[in-house]
Structures are given as C-alpha cells and as structure tokens.
C-alpha cells in the first residue's frame, strides 16, 4: 500500500487540509500535495486503463512526462479530460475521475483484449479491418470508437477566461533549476533584460531532492541555500523577472516562444483568466529544462507499482508520501541509489538494489549499502508479480534469457534507466542532436542549433538538458551560458563566481535496453515501451520485421510516442529496441521529429480573448443600427453583415423577400449598399493601368460615365466585377463587390509595386469614406426629385452616367447603374451623413411605397435580369466567356490581366460549360448547386453530367422556379430539357432558355 | 515566426504583419508569349533548400511590397531590398556569396 509518511513533504502545508474526490469516493489531502500525491496518499496506486489492452495502470511519474495517470477533471464547464495528475495541484473540492474503462476502474470489460493481446500486435488495425470493407462502417468502426480513445470531450462551453501576452525580452531562460537560476543570474549581472520561467509552482528543480540525499553542496551549503539565495538576488534585479506555473511550450523561427502560464489551476475560486498564452520574443533562449528519467523494458513492467525511480523519491521527499513499505530498486546508473537512501531513511524496506552493471556503482552504492541495503550486481527483473498490484519479482542474471533466481516478495519497484535531457525546446525549431555514448542519451548538438536572422544560435542549452549531469558543470555550463546570451543580446557580459560544489561523482551507466538481455518473446510481449499507447517491446520487433525501418515508420506503424505524452518515457527506449532489431547504432536510426507544444496546452489558451463577440472584428456601414432596430435578418459578407430581409412582425423571412421584391419592382425599394468596394485610382498612367486591370478598355472612358467591368486573375479566371466611372482627367472610381474590396486594392497594389512601378497611379481605398443607397422602383425618380437639388431627369442624368450635386441638403454623388433593371440611382454621400440621408429617404419615400430591401432580393432581382453573381457564377475555375461575357473583353487592347491565359487550349476549349438560364418544367425550385446528369457513368461509376445550377431561386414577379446554370453547349441547346437529380431523391427536369427572365429589351431601368 | 526588416518603413516586422508573396523575380509574360514560357511564368517555381529570393508586403504596417534573400534551411536572412528591381542588388549577393560561397539561384549567383 501506498500511504502518507508521519513525516517529510517539504512541499505541503500539514495546517491546510484539502477535501477532494476520485471517481466519486471523498479523500484528503494537504494545500502542496498534486492529485497524484494525494491519491498516493489515499492508497490508491491503481488510475486508469491502458488504451488498447484495458490493463490496468498506475502513477508512473511525478512530473509533465506521466503516461499513465491522465483524469477527468473539474464538472461542467470546467470539465476537462486527459489532465496528468502529476501536474494537477490539488485544491479545495477538486473532483476527478479515471479514465478508458467500463464499467468501472476496478472491473472492466475491454480488459478482455489482453487475453487477445498475441493478436493485436502492431499495426493490427492495419491487418484485420480491410475486409470485407462493408463491415469497416458498421462493425469494426462503432466497436473501435467505443472501446478506443481516452478522455471524454467536454459537453458544456467552457466557463473560464483566457488572455494572450505579448512580450519582448533580451534573454529567456525556461526551466527554473538551479542552472535556470544560474543562468539568469549570469545574465541578469551583464544587463540583459531577462524572464525566467518555470513550469512548475517551485524553483530548484531537481536538485532539491536529490542533493541533499547525496549529500551534495553549494558552497558549503545545503542546496536549498543556493537556491533561495539566487532567487532573492534574482527577484531584486529590475531587469529580471520571474514566473512560476509557466511552461516554455514551443520554441519558433526567429527568438518566438510560446509560454503557457496557468494562473487559477491551483486555485480555482480566484479571480482573473485561467490561463495565459505568452507570445514572447527573445534574442536569445536558455534552454535549463533538466532530464526525464527513464523507465527498463522487463516484462510486467506496466504493473501498477512500478514507477520511475526519481519519483519513488519525489513522492517521499517532497510529499511525506511511500509508495510502498517494500521497494525493490533496479538500475543502471547510480542516481536510483539515491530512491533506495531515501526510503531507508524514511523507516521503509528496500529489500534489494538489482543493479544491472556487474561491476555495481560508485559511493552512492557505498553508501546505500553503508545503510545496510542489499545490492545484486549485474542482476535484473525477470518479471514483475502481481496483477493490479506488484506483489514481488522474480530475479533473473541480466546477461541471460530469464531464468528465474528467486523472487523477491514487495510491493513498489523503483525503476531507472538512465536520463534523457529534454532536449524539446532546442529541436523545435531545427537543433539537431548528438549522441552521448557515455550517458547512452541524445544530447543537443552546439554546432548545428536553431540560428537566428543572422545565423546565429539562438537556444541554447544548459545544464543537464544539455549533458552536464554533474551540478559541478551543470553550474558552470549554465554561468557560461548566460553570461553568452547576454553579450549576444548586446549587453556587456559580467561574469558570477561560481561556487564550490561537493556532490558525489557517479560510477558509469551501461546501457539496458531490455531486461534481461536475451529476453524470450513470453518476456518481451509484456514488456511495454509505450504506457499510454500500448506498445511493447515485441511490436517494435515486429515493425522492424516487417519492413518498417524508418524510425519515423515504426513510430506510426506501433503508434510508438504518439500518445499524449508524446514518447517523453519511450522514445528513446523504443529506438534503441528499433536500432538493435536493425543491427544498426542508435545514432543512425536517429530520433523521431520533436513538436511543439512540450505537453498539451488549453484550446482556451490558443483562443485567448478571441471568443464570442470579439471572436472576428465586424465592419458596420452608418446605417447598421436602423437595420437593427427595423429587424434585419443579417447575413455575413466578409467582415460585414448585411441585412439579408427585414422580415415584418409575423412574416417569414421568405415571405419577407418575396414582398420586398415586389414592391421594389411596382414601387421603390432602398437597399444599403455601402458595403460596396469603391477604389480612387488617379493619376497620369491610371486609365492605362486600368485597361491592364480590366477585361475592358476603361482609358476610353468619358468623364462623367459609368461602365461595367471584368477582372480576371493572370491565370485568367474571373475574379472581380463592378461598375467604374471616369470621375475627371484623371481619376477613375472603381466599384467592387462587397467581399472583394480589400482584396482588389491590394490586388491593384501588387501589380503598382511589383510590375509597373514606373507607372504614375495611385490608389487609395475609399470603401468605408462613403455611405451608399440604391434608391430602386419606378418610384426613385419621384422620391429624389422630392427631396430636391440635383436634377435626376432623364435628361440630366441618363443611364450609365454619374453626377455630383446636393440632395436633401446633403453633397452627393448620384450613379444611374441599375442591378436590377428597374429604374435605379446609386447614391453615395459622406459616410458621416449616411444615417441622415437613409431616414430622409424613407421618410420622403412613404408615399411612394418606400421599403428597404436587403441582399436576398437584390439577388433574386439580379437573377431575373440575369446578372451574374461573383461568387455564385464564378467559383475560381470560370472565365468570363463561360458566362457569355465576350462584349466585356475588349479586343483593341494588346494585353491585360487573365489575356495570355484565356488563349490556353483547355480556355478555348469549346465543351468548356456555358451559361444558360434554366427554368423548371414545374415551376418548381432547382436545388442548389445541383447536377445534371448525361448518359453513362464515368470510370468510378458514377453518373455522367453535363452541367451544373450556380443560382435558384423562387421568382415572385414571375411565380416561378428560375435559375441559371453552366451546361455543356449550352446556348446552342435552347428548348432541351435535362434533368437534375436532388439529394431528396426526387429528379428535377429544367428547360434550357435565355438568362434573362424579366424585361429583356431593358425597358425599365432606361426611363 | 520571421522577423523581417521593411526596407520602406524600416520596421522588423514579425511575420504576423507581413503577407508572404511567393518566389521573387519572375519574369511576366503576356499575350505573344509561347505556351512554355507562360507555364514558366505562372506556374514553374524554384523549391531550394538553401538560398532563396522571395516576395512579401508588409500587409499590416506600410502596405509595402519588398523582396527578402534568405537561407529555407537555416533561416538566415541575408538581406531584404526593394521590390522594384529586376535582379538581387549587388551588396545582397555579395553577403549572401560572404556566408554560403559558390551559390546560385535561377540566373544568379
């Protein structure tokens, strides 16, 4: 049993008591202790299940590189899955739950895997779920996601806030150990402005623990004295600062990190956001992220009970919590001596050391056994007893195939294998590594690091992230260090005396990598390389086997480090077992890719502050609150929204835009057209830019009219249209669509800068300078002439011309352009004066009929005149002859944008679809981008077509279905009927006709 | 995340301001022009890993277009330079043949 020792926890506060509960069940723990301890403490070893065998697992680690111990936190919308409960600081009424098991944790059904667990090796889902395919959707795939996956997905929004910061600094050390702390001394000294962090709620690291059982010294001192000493001295520097609870989570081009800093997870009833993404840029980073201690492959290893060495003692020192009264240690290094002299000294049994070296360890194995600890050299686990539970091990010689010596009964096994530098944050952005044969580790390679804009290093490495595992060079390292990243900062580096360390000198590791060495199949299939994902020793035997060589294959192949954890305990074990069934050295086979982030970080921390309302900026013209006040139903165009209907009181929003095309069409209608793109281009080459710009020739253009215009992308697809007008000598206007705006300014942009920079043009994007309202009916003259100034004759003002003047008292500029084919004025006034100029507008207008109508039924009236709609008509793959535009491209230009393209074979291509008008033969309404089918069926069986519906609509001027459509020959097929099958299953059969389907002499808008 | 200098503005703009504008360079060609020559235009791009001639526009600051001679591999950034010039001027590939001797890149070198 696990339990609380009557003493020790140098983290906890023994006054605080903390209630809290675990699938359920109340316990207690203490203010420090992490949900991990405190389970510990309540004797419950057992967590969870493993991901495809069901079995059942404990607490391995006491830090971010847990694979096990991964909970369901918090309840409603607080609920989180997949939180390591080695870094869950435990708090008042913290409630978690187990996770991957049913019915509960300790029976479970999918448990049963494990007894098929022969045949589902790695890459298992790859074998057996082929065939027969029927079978993947409606067997294999349900049962997979049932029995598969971890957590459960939150169901509620979440209810905590998030915040992004953004900060520049000279130096950031990440990793607040006493290299970090060394480091930022170093640094701190010569001037740099620096910011220190640390993922977790204590400095020190390491070292706090494992100093003061070995007995080592900082100038003469116990460890902590260093520490708090370099902490103090830290935290008076100005140009320092210090963060807790915050992790280096990425490290990007160019000096970026990502920090992720959890500010209320400890205590969650405080004010303020709960977490904090911190985008900082440094000129230099110190890498001080220490090592993870890694776990032996020996079969049973996974055994609740089993643990890394390093949090054996963790657990006790920092904790006051034994994870078992008889702890077995195994080993290949010396630093697990340390576990052994912790527990002895803690009154607990450490019934044998096995160390797995034959010629043992240095004076840490002296001293261990100076406690009168047993030690077996050159010994090894055989296997781990115990199911739920480790219940004893039987030893075997290392050097042979398992044969069991004796067993020794016990309760806990402290495991190590040695440790790998977190070498993360410097591969993130292309630090490559070097392997360390002496400590069996890979290790950051200083001569090729991450380099900044002017090729230098920007990251680097101290400490034992970067192979310094004694605190005497780790100090050093770090000192060095430092002081470097000042002086690349720019600052003068000043060094800091570094104290004299007395720490043991540990004996030499050996490499194990698999235990015993000759280990039979029996062994190795239950000897796991992966926790969370299942993978043991005998899959990664099999990839290789099969074929899978790449260390990169293999890993996607076993799913080996492609957990949550992402492989912090198995990678490096996994490789080495991958290099040995290769016959290769571990360096060639080289290591899997390291990404960010360093553990998972919160979707609310990438998200920040960008939720709901302040989600996306939204643009609003002069007139957006009378929309709002006069119930507009909004539609988002781009960042706009515009009114789609105004539905009245009772009145669908359908019923809405059939009235309001109406009374457009019978009477006067008012539309908000601010939204409209409209680009000032001036100067002395601007009509001969423009003729570049459009499909038409707009340098011809006389002062004072208006024409409608084409722009093509230079690979000759339509991508823009709208309506120019020459405004002098000069200066032309170009109107865009609404979305299109920004787009074709910085369109325009480009092709000034980059191509024709010697052209005499400017541009300038007046979009939002101007309100604009289509005044619409045969009512429009009648309501303008009411409210008075500029004279809106036909005389005046004919049919595509312009006119500046005064309405209403208000400067306006009044366009005769009609989109939809009524009589029609576009006026556009100062944006200031928009509001004032709509109300006169409808108030003028009341007698008339005035209504305003929103973007559904300028669509539909557009389509009756059959106007094309970009967006609709075009989707990035038509050209304007597609569409029947050939009056639109002029043919007395040599050159402009999409000329060259359009000459292309596939553009001239005479089965290219064409646009039509297609009208149903039941009136009835085409669905949507529906298809029309041809005779046969293509090579994958599917039907042929011969054409696609771009727009449909409901007509209530003609009380019909109406559409338009690319078909292949289209207009030469005027009279065909072809049918459009519908995802409702029935077929719709349409009549090939002209696209204009209302006043095609133009009557109407030319009065 | 780039941080790159506007040569108009002056500003070391991180990349979240600029807008990455594809290869640098590239010669138009219009109407007249053969179908190879158009296919190299529009479509035929350079991928090294090494040197490499690029376009940006410091899309949120000035609004300007500039070009950027830079290391794909290491990052390096060897200089950025007016985007209204047909080739790399002569300072930017004497830095550039300064650290990575014997370079080249369509036509120069």
Redesign the interface.
Known sequence: MSTRLAKGGRFLDKGKPVTFTFNGKRLKGYEGDTLASALLANGQVMVGRSFKYHRPRGIVASGAEEPNALMNHGAGGTFEPNQRATTTELYDGLQAGSQNHWPNLEFDVGAINAGFSRFLTAGFYYKMFIHPRPLWKHVYEPFIRQSAGLGKAPKEQDADTYEHFNVNVDVLVIGGGIAGLQAALAAGKSGAKVLVIEQTAHWGGRAMVDEPLAEGRIGGAPVDKFVEETRAALEKMPNVSMRLRLMGAGVYDHGYVLGYERLTDHAPTAAGPRHRLWRIRAKRIVTATGAIERPLSFAGNDVPGVMLASAVRDYVVNFGVSVGDRVVVVTNNDSAYLTAIAMKKAGLEVPCILDARPEGGGALMQAAQDLGIPVETGKAIAKVKGTRRVTGVAICVQAGEGAVLKEIACDAVAMSGGWSPVVHLWSHCGGKLTWDTGHAHFRPDVDNPPRDDAGEAFVIPVGTANGAMHIALALEDAEMSGRAAAKAAGHKPKPVATPDVTSPQEAAMEPVWLMPQGAPYELRMKAWLDFQNDVKVSDVQLAAQEGFESVEHAKRYTTLGMATDQGKLSNINGLAILSDALGQPIPQTGTTTFRPPYTPISMGAIAGEARGAVFQPIRRTPMQAWHDAHGADWEPVGHWRRPYAYPRSSESVHDAVMREVKNTRQALGLLDASTLGKIIVKGPDAGRFLDMMYTNMMSTLKVGKCRYGLMCSENGFLTDDGVVARIDEDTWLCHTTSGGADSVHGHMEEWLQTEWWDWKVYTANVTEQYAQIAVVGPNARKVLEKLGGMDVSKEALGFMEWKEGEIAGIPARAFRISFSGELSYEIAVPASQGLAFWEALMEAGAEFGAMPYGTEALHIMRAEKGFIMIGDETDGTVIPQDLGLHWALSKKKDDYLGKRAQERSHMADPTRWKLVGLETVDGAVLPDGAYAVAEGTNANGQRNVQGRVTSTYHSPTLDRGIAMGLVLHGPDRMGEVIEFPGVDGKTYKAKIVDPVFYDKDGEKQNV | ????HCPYCGVDA??TELHA?GEAHVK??????S?AE?ESY?FVRENPKGVHFE?W?H?NGC???FHAA??TS????FGTYS??TTEPPQEIKDKISA?RPGWSWREFA
Do not use: H, N
């Open positions: 995340m780039l941080i790159l991180d990349e504008g138009r060609y219009g109407p007249g022009s179908d158009f529009l376009r526009r899309a609004g300007k277009w830079r290391c290491t990052l390096e950034v985007a209204q650290k």
